[in-house]
């Protein structure tokens, strides 16, 4: 696996990545723009994260790319999957000015996109994410779910612009999903990241059934990496900006503090650990959003479930003589619906963190002969 390392400002990162894109074929010839939509991202873009505009305009500018295509497939591409994927109308009213008037928002029933789960099912998205803290330190364990083709396109990269934190990341390159089927057009996005502060965060999908005008998951989760260094400042995150589809969003540090983002893109709620225990796979916890959750109405065979209550029993089974080592015992068994290998879904890659002591450890090839790396900051 080659790690590769960007340097500089948002410009000049964007050119870095640009010309690797350029390198590989990337192309934005068949994209076609839906004016509306393109301008209400754009709003919110340009008030809650310009400086990523500024990345985009450096890929086009040194991949001789078409700077309005480009900037429109980053900026709705996780959207527009999530409509298709669902069968969503879209036919959604324009957002109020204050994107976080909550009440506005629930109340707009007329702006909500309605789901057809028995016309078409999203692809296999299962995620496991649980934290662990004993004796005063922080574990965290992670595994990445997803289509098999992706365990030969997955990489780490390190992103160091002096404006913010530094950070390394772990990307699915949008395989399957924001860069469709074809490897040419996978890039570098955020599924996981750790930073240069004692940051994590880690995403799993969740099922719900509304969208909004909003980031998408990646980019709420590189923002993160860049600008915060604790829990409470990722959280201050989620109070000012709206995130485009469901997602969960798990965040430790190194003071020993997790939480969970349980986001409908409607309203989000946190999740604290329960006597030291945190784990978050892709059904809904918090009670009031499990009523809207579409796995539970629809998908009652999903095994988010049985992933969640695995990975609670086999904390417990290595409590007494817990380390960052039984993380991948735990996480990493084969035969199990954690570690999983299925048709369609196989775990990419995992996770293994100490936060306290910022040791962190991916492992991948799970299926065959076992590789791991450390990561560093």
Partial sequence: MHSQTFSGNFFEIGKQQGKIYAKNKMSFKHVKIDKELYKKQLTIYKKFYPELLSEFEGMAQAGNFDKDKLIYQFITAELRCY????????????????????????????????????????PGKACTIFGYKKDGKLFVGRNYDWLPKTEKIFTTYTLKNPERNSFIAVTDGGYGSEAGNDIKNVFYNVNDAINNKGLFIGLTFAYNDKWSYGLSCVHICKLIAETCSTVKDAIKVFEKIPVCCPKNFFIADKNGDMIVIEHTSQQFKILYPKNDILIQTNNYIDAELAKEDTALKSLSIHNTFIRYHETFQRIHLYENKFNINKIITILGKKGTYVCQNFPGIKTIWTLALDMTNKKYKLYHNLFGKRKERMLKV
Wanted: aromatic share 4%; hydrophobic share 30%; no cysteine.
């Fill in 83 to 122: 409509r298709d994927w669902f069968e969503l109308e879209t036919d959604i009213d324009s957002m109020s000015d204050n994107v976080h008037d909550k009440t506005n928002i629930l109340n707009r029933s007329n702006n909500v996109s309605k789901l057809n789960l028995s016309q078409k099912q999203t």
